[in-house]
């Protein structure tokens, strides 16, 4: 599940890196471009759709939350502080994710193509991160089974104050 399916409300799918999930926050993180279209879509309606898979555990889960995005703060800029050059290389892209491109492109900078780029040159980058984090107010789990399936759903209560399950006919 480290590459799940998420979704926005105008009903755009796209596959993120999960960075973490929080069990006391019920919070997943993921890290995007701040300049992408699903920032101002969040903006505008931050419900959220979320959906995993993991073939080895036959275990879907199916989420609903709210997302809410960060640019700023020390918590955002120790992430940052966190990951590598080279992971921080998408973020120098010249256009947003979705610019329209006359010819096929990586948006990187020219010089910055094939390289592991120096802190110097990763910095001007900062300013493109983002942190997207999704909390969770309701999950649907299924686990697949020879001999019967099962199916819950999650529901997370106001101000976490814990969770009600339910069992449902897969
Ligand atoms: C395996 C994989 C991992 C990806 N991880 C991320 C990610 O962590 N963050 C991200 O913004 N896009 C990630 N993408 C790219 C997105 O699927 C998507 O193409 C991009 O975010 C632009 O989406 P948007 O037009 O909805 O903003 C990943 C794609 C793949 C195939």
Redesign the pocket.
């Known amino acids: 599940m480290h ?1 799940p399916v998420i979704g ?1 409300s105008d009903g ?1 799918l ?4 999960l960075r973490e999930f929080n069990a006391a926050t019920y919070q997943l993180r ?4 701040a300049r ?3 920032i101002g879509r969040i903006a505008n309606d931050p419900a959220m759709a979320v959906l995993a898979y993991d073939a080895e555990a036959k275990v879907q889960i199916r989420v609903r939350g709210v997302g809410a995005v960060k640019t700023t703060g020390a918590d955002i800029d120790a992430i940052w502080d966190e990951a590598t050059n080279f992971a921080k290389r998408c973020y120098l892209a010249e256009q947003g ?2 610019s329209v491109s006359a010819r096929q492109t990586s948006g990187l900078p020219g010089w910055a193509e094939g390289i592991n780029p120096t802190a110097d040159q990763i910095a001007p980058a900062r300013q493109n991160f983002a942190v997207l984090y999704i909390t969770v107010t309701e999950f649907d789990w299924l686990y697949l089974a020879n001999t019967g399936h099962r199916r819950a759903r999650i529901t997370i209560l106001p101000d976490r104050a814990g969770w009600k399950g339910e069992w449902l006919v897969p």
């Open positions: 590459t926005t755009d796209r596959v993120m890196v993921l890290h995007t471009d992408s279209p699903k994710p979705s």
